[in-house]
Structure formats: C-alpha cells, structure tokens
C-alpha cells in the first residue's frame, strides 16, 4: 500500500520503470529502483527494471504474481495474464542461455512459463499453463508441452546466477549467499 502511494506522483508504475533506466544521477537511479522494487515487493510480483516494453502491457489482473526477468523484451500491445514467468536462462550449460523476445500482439494466458533464449512471433496466443522453450512463429497458438526426462551422466551445475551491474560481475547463490562467479569457462558462456 505505501509504495502504491509513492508511486503515484509519478503517473504511473510504467512511467517509474522507465526512470530506472534512464540517466539521471546514480543516487537518483538507486531511490528510482528502490521504490520500483519495493512496489512489485508489495504486488508478489518481479518485472525487471531493465526488461523493456515497446508499450504498457494489458495485465487485466494487475502485476500480482507476475515474473519477467531482466533483459527480457516485450512488444507493444501484450496481454499478460496472473501467475506468468517470462524467465532467462543463466545455466552456463544450458543450450538456451538468455532471456526471451516477445513479439506484439501476443496474448499469454494464466500460469503460462516462456523460458530462456526464445523468440516469440507477433500475434501469438500462448494458453494457459503453457510452457514455452523453443521459439514460437508468427501467427501461431501454443496449447501444450510435452514432458521428456533426459538423464545425463555427469552432475549438472544448477545454480542460480544474477548480474550484478554495480560491479560488472556474476553471481550464483550458494548456501544461503551470493558467491562471485570466478570459472573463465562458466564466465564466457554467460557471455562475460
């Protein structure tokens, strides 16, 4: 409720989150983010600071619930539904490492997930609870996915890397905290 209340001197959440990536002074850009932040903390929500919309999105539920990760892009005339994850991919073995394209004109529908280096075409319409790994053509509905378990021999590495912008540096959470990401392998394909 508090940041609802700071939040309106500045029209709007979208007006905010254009603030946070704009160039005003660094102290400037920390209380832009801050509050930003503390906003979607009172929602149950995370849309990235620096995910970019071509125009507001429709969420005709409000942001509660909604996850869109950082570097995330999202075209104009979206309409996103409660309990959707537009989530990157950090695994440093994963084929799909990055973070999704959506296109304009979509429609995604409650509980759907698109996940990683995907591009979503125009006018798609992702279902409820839908999963989205691969890429997704203009003009098209994705209604399902089918589950396929794939063992591999060797442990896979399943941490959860973050960016650190301050810094210019990864970070993966271990054991309750941030470690600095130091393997010039994992480094590279996370594209430091």
């Not at 509660?64 to 309990?83: L, P």
Request: with cysteine; hydrophobic share 35%; charged share 20%.
């Amino acid at each position: 409720m508090l940041a609802k209340l700071l939040v309106k001197p500045f029209g709007s959440i979208w007006r905010l989150k254009s603030l946070t990536q704009g160039d005003a002074p660094k102290p400037l850009l920390k209380f832009y983010k801050a509050l930003y932040s503390m906003y979607n903390y009172e929602n149950n929500s995370y849309i990235a600071w620096d995910s970019t919309f071509d125009g507001e999105p429709c969420m005709p539920h409000g942001e509660k619930g909604i996850f869109v990760s950082g570097g995330t892009k999202i075209g104009k005339n979206c309409i996103i539904f409660q309990q959707v994850t537009i989530g990157s991919v950090t695994l440093p073995d994963a084929n799909s490492i990055g973070s999704p394209v959506v296109g304009d004109n979509c429609y995604i529908g409650a509980g759907a997930k698109i996940v990683g280096n995907v591009k979503i075409g125009n006018n798609v319409r992702i279902g409820a609870n839908a999963t989205v790994y691969k890429d997704v053509p203009d003009n098209s509905v994705v209604v399902s996915a089918v589950q396929k378990n794939i063992v591999k021999d060797n442990p896979l590495i399943n941490r959860y890397y973050s960016y650190n912008d301050d810094n210019n540096r990864w970070y993966y959470f271990d054991d309750g905290g941030w470690k600095e990401e130091k393997d010039t392998q994992i480094l590279k394909s996370l594209g430091a």
